[in-house]
């Protein structure tokens, strides 16, 4: 076999395991593996729209979890309330806190560190 043929070769088969592993990657987040319990059953475009790489906006999520003002009255325990801040009022992105495919990472919490807050 000569070197030219080698060489594409080697380069076909490292393409093909790159895919390979650019799959799973993929195929995991699709599955929903870190999707909370009550996000499984929903398709990707359900959050994201037409286009999967965006981050959903508000509006996706309080189609199901809204109206904003269930969301504020549920955490009006919080002497700051995260869901009507301080800083954004109620236009905090909700994935600043709400990280479907991670855990999730209370924002407020850099500065804030005697609320307990407690994001799912």
Request: with cysteine; glycine share 6%.
């Amino acid at each position: 076999m000569s070197v030219f043929r080698t060489t594409v070769k080697s380069l076909v088969v490292s393409a093909a395991a790159f895919l390979l592993g650019a799959a799973a990657v993929a195929q995991s987040a699709n599955t929903g593996e870190v999707l909370p319990q009550a996000h499984k059953s929903l398709d990707c475009a359900s959050c994201h729209g037409t286009d999967t790489t965006n981050i959903p906006s508000n509006d996706a999520c309080l189609k199901c979890h809204g109206p904003m003002e269930k969301l504020i009255a549920s955490t009006g325990k919080y002497a700051l309330n995260p869901h009507n801040s301080p800083h954004w009022g109620e236009s905090v992105p909700c994935g600043t806190c709400h990280k479907q495919h991670s855990q999730p990472k209370v924002y407020c919490e850099a500065c804030h560190t005697n609320q307990n807050y407690r994001a799912r």
